[in-house]
């Protein structure tokens, strides 16, 4: 079994590979005990840090997604009876519906500080079969996702992810934790799927008005959403004088619903 030090971080990867098994196996135990009779995909499981503890639980079905071809000849060669469940892809390019169509599926893993918001993006594309996340990001992205409205942190991704999931920050994670260190600490979140199937409004305004109001988060709403409701913004003068960080997530489907009725 190669250690470690034998495989070698890529930087054009964001690779920072988890060294303290403690930590692995406190993230692996997020998982809850109904969600482990799930399908659970592990997202850039490296050397195998995480996966040593999924293969203890009694998950129903596991596979690994890897694009770094050295890392996926590692994880073959030290995991030879998940062959079969390794998939050697691109996570964010990979159709997550056609394999794991009419799934429960949880996503777990240590993701890329530098294509973590992009992953997010992914999961809530796929919100209808993805029903649990636990995932290790950079301690400020975490922070982010969390953060409720009032708060400066409180972004785009704050709101959409929130609109379907309940999210946690669970436990930061210094920086020695890794192999090589990073520069700033990570920290672990997880999402579960709440019970919203559909939202009270028309989703595709939702998501187009909730970017819209917080490209210009530093304005207020009447001037960050006025290319977008010239015409309509009149009958939300409830909210025009206030900025996108102020507004929960039931405040933005209430918004939607009035611009989109005018």
Do not use: W
Not at 5 to 25: T, W
Not at 202 to 218: L, P
Request: a positive charge; hydrophobic letters at 45%.
């Amino acid at each position: 079994m190669r250690m470690i030090s034998a495989v070698r971080a890529k930087k054009s990867l964001g690779q920072h590979f988890l060294k303290d098994p403690a930590v692995a196996q406190r993230i692996v135990n997020l998982l809850t005990a109904e969600r482990c009779q799930h399908t659970v995909l592990e997202v850039g499981p490296g050397t195998g840090s995480l996966t040593d503890f999924l293969l203890q639980k009694a998950i129903a079905k596991l596979y690994l997604i890897e694009i770094d071809q050295d890392l996926i000849f590692h994880l073959k060669e030290k995991y030879v009876s998940l062959n079969n469940e390794i998939i050697a892809a691109d996570f964010l390019a990979y159709s997550l519906s056609e394999q794991f169509k009419d799934t429960r599926l949880t996503i777990i893993g240590n993701f890329p500080y530098y294509i973590s918001s992009q992953i997010f993006f992914k999961i809530l594309h796929n919100r209808q079969i993805v029903e649990e996340v636990v995932g290790m990001v950079q301690k400020e992205v975490a922070e982010r996702l969390v953060a409720q409205a009032g708060n400066k942190r409180y972004g785009i991704l704050s709101v959409l992810l929130q609109a379907f999931y309940t999210l946690e920050y669970c436990f930061t994670v210094p920086r020695e934790a890794f192999f090589p260190s990073p520069r700033v600490d990570s920290a672990v979140i997880t999402m579960h799927r709440n019970k919203v199937s559909e939202l009270a409004c028309n989703e595709q305004s939702f998501f187009q008005i909730v970017k819209s109001a917080f490209q210009q988060r530093r304005k207020k709403l009447r001037n960050a959403l006025h290319a977008y409701h010239p015409n309509r913004l009149h009958a939300a003068q409830m909210f025009l004088d206030k900025r996108a960080e102020a507004l929960s997530v039931a405040e933005f489907i209430q918004l939607t619903n009035i611009l989109d009725s005018q």
